[in-house]
């Protein structure tokens, strides 16, 4: 089983909608969660940042996590068609070396169309 | 401001030859990432430097990876006798401190031939 799981997609939807992107992972020692947003060719660029269970807004981003049910969300609202793009989901927990590596998703690939 | 420098952004070379890559990280972020991206894997964690501490290079996948960071700042990747498998994205973060947001350069594109 993989330490973080996540829906590598396509996932193709109107301009407008409601986008729910989701990950699941299996090691309780995660602390941190954050959500990448990778256009091609680019850099993975953070979007959210959070470290406890609950929801946290920026803008049309919500994140979401549930420490009990390893799981964590990140919805889109009013979805545009610059949202196109590769989203990754990254955690990491303190290591015995003193690093605090990010896990990733393997990414979920969105088309939002016009 | 500026934000994570990496280069060469691209890079063909024969298999066999050693390459080099360069990450400049954001001024003043005492935490320096290489991760690795490819196809088949996804992004996987390399090394990883915090201030004069030694590195972290548990996500190196053999020793014919190397990497350096001097003066606390520029860090350079080196990958000898390159095989085909090394062919992947090398993405460089840097973060203020351990355990704060990780920020990416735009990688460096390696194809071995």
């Known amino acids: 089983q993989k330490e973080v799981e996540q829906d590598p997609g396509p996932l193709s939807v109107p301009e407008g909608a409601i986008v729910s992107l989701n990950c699941t992972y299996s090691?309780?020692?995660?602390?941190?969660f954050m959500w990448y947003r990778q256009y091609s060719r680019k850099g993975p660029e953070l979007l959210m940042y959070t470290y406890s269970s609950g929801n946290k807004e920026d803008g049309r981003f919500t994140a979401q996590v549930d420490k009990s049910s390893k799981y964590i969300s990140l919805f889109i609202r009013d979805s545009q068609p610059s949202d196109s793009a590769t989203y990754l989901c990254a955690m990491s927990a303190y290591s015995g070396a003193g690093s605090y590596q990010l896990t990733f998703g393997k990414g979920t690939k969105l088309s939002v169309i016009p | 401001g500026a934000g994570v420098s990496q280069s060469p952004s691209n890079k063909v070379t024969e298999k066999g030859k050693d390459v080099e890559l360069r990450c400049d990280p954001i001024s003043g972020h005492t935490a320096l990432y290489w991760y690795r991206q490819s196809l088949g894997q996804g992004l996987e964690f390399l090394i990883y430097?915090?201030?004069?501490?030694?590195?972290?290079k548990s996500g190196l996948p053999s020793d014919r990876f190397s990497a350096e960071r001097t003066g606390g700042s520029v860090s350079t990747l080196t990958i000898q006798r390159t095989q085909q498998e090394d062919s992947a994205v090398y993405l460089c973060?840097?973060?203020?401190?351990?355990?704060?947001?990780?920020?990416f350069g735009d990688g460096t594109r390696l194809s071995i031939l």
């Open positions: 090691n309780s020692a995660f602390q941190y």
């Open positions: 973060a840097s973060s203020p401190d351990k355990g704060q947001p990780q920020h």
């Open positions: 430097f915090q201030g004069n501490s030694a590195p972290d």
